[in-house]
């Protein structure tokens, strides 16, 4: 029979504390704080062996150790370990222990840190379950409890990154309101009025993405008057010709001033995409790609 590794053995001891009965001259608390103790040394001796899987299931069972006994701050922390943990191949275990730190956080105040957490479960939404839909919602939780707690700049990045989702998803109505606004907020700020114009042409796009020139043309109208500047940015002079050839249907006008806008200023994947869609809602004749 294979020998116990030191984290089983630990971990056995664990499970042992924790359904003893409790003695004459010790309280429930006592042994749960014991058996809590243990936990966490077996969950980190997991680690070491690389059994990630078995640390986060290790600092759950922290986790509800520290409940029992009350210990708020400690059972967040654990969670929040198990997490870590579970991160490495377990992204749906990950956000269920996530889930519970934000618990013990929002109880207690902590908004940032809830902040921090509901941002990480939008992240592993996104990039290692795929789910769009539950990553824009945690993305816009965690945005909405750092306006709370005053950190306007990283409510603006999570209200992008829902902003950028909802256009992926198609929900370009949601997405232009999300782009506004933190143009809006970036707008009252010296250091982040460079940005606006970024957010604009991503709200233009998406407008133009549903097929309707007159709202992106009214928005560029309103975009100019809240910074009278952007008619001579490049990405106001893109966006017009763009329009211009939707409503002409001419697609090689509009292939001809996506290339030139890239040959200056280099299109990321998200605009790649969005101007793949905008074109075929051009009517195509030749079935050509950007």
């Known amino acids: 029979m294979p020998s116990k590794s030191p984290a089983q053995t630990l971990a056995e001891k664990a499970d042992k504390k924790a359904n003893s009965s409790a003695g004459w001259f010790s309280s429930s608390s006592t042994k749960f704080e014991e058996a809590g103790d243990l936990y966490q040394q077996a969950a980190n001796a997991y680690k070491l062996e690389k059994q990630f899987r078995e640390a986060g299931d290790a600092f759950a069972r922290e986790a509800e150790c520290r409940e029992k006994c009350k210990e708020t701050n400690e059972a967040a922390n654990a969670w929040w370990n198990a997490a870590k943990a579970y991160k490495q191949g377990h992204p749906d275990l990950a956000i269920q222990a996530l889930t519970q730190t934000i618990t013990h956080y929002t109880h207690a105040g902590r908004f940032r840190q809830a902040a921090d957490r509901e941002k990480e479960i939008g992240q592993l939404y996104q990039n290692e379950l795929g789910d769009l839909g539950k990553a824009c919602e945690s993305y816009e939780r965690a945005a909405e409890w750092y306006s709370q707690e005053d950190a306007g700049s990283t409510a603006n990045a999570c209200y992008k990154d829902a902003a950028d989702l909802h256009a992926d998803l198609e929900n370009y109505p949601q997405a232009i309101q999300r782009y506004e606004q933190v143009a809006n907020h970036s707008l009252a700020s010296p250091l982040t009025k460079y940005s606006v114009r970024e957010y604009w042409l991503r709200a ?24 009278v500047t952007f008619t001579s940015t490049r990405e106001c002079k893109f966006i017009n010709v763009l329009i211009e050839a939707m409503e002409s249907e001419n697609q090689e006008a509009f292939t001809a001033a996506v290339v030139e806008y890239d040959q200056v200023t280099r299109l990321d994947n998200w605009k790649t995409a969005i101007l793949l869609k905008v074109k075929r809602g051009i009517q195509e004749t030749d079935g050509g790609i950007l």
Request: some cysteine; proline content about 0%.
């Open 204 to 227: 233009s796009l998406c407008a133009l993405a549903m097929r309707d020139t007159v709202t992106a043309k009214r928005n560029i109208a309103k975009y100019s008057s809240q910074d």
